[in-house]
């Protein structure tokens, strides 16, 4: 299909928005427990994470619900994981560490994986599903 003007279009992704059962339980995780810096466009109804060409998005779930139109009564796994790439298995270790420390829930203890690199996972108190990696090809952002 030849849509045209849409040929112009890069690829891309440019906001991760997470729908969220605790607004301030979440952002305190996220800033207070990860360490992640709050960026000033967030207010009282959502919170903004700034990470390199990504931005993350704290939204309570019923009002992202409500934006997209859907209901927002749905749980179990979302076919999705975020991944937060470190350069050392040590990395991997320590940042697993912070977020169970944090209130984060260990799923998956660091191990090498099947793809030749070394991960584990954590899901945050809404269960989303975080991976923790390193690998050769893999490039941290920071």
Known sequence: ????????????LSLISLGVSDLTRSREFYTNGLGFTEAPESNQHIAFYRMQSVCLALYPASELAADIGINAEGSGFRRFTLSHNVSSEHEVE????????????????????????????????????????TGSFLDPVR
């Not at 299909?1 to 891309?12: I, K, P, R, W």
């Not at 203890?109 to 099947?114: R, S």
């Open 94 to 133: 320590v940042l697993l560490r912070l977020a169970v420390a944090a209130g984060a829930q260990l799923v998956k203890p660091a191990n090498e994986t099947n793809w030749g690199g070394y991960a584990g996972y954590f899901s945050d108190p809404d269960g989303f599903f975080w991976e923790v990696a």
């Open 1 to 12: 299909m030849n849509l045209g003007v849409m040929e112009s279009f890069e690829a891309g």
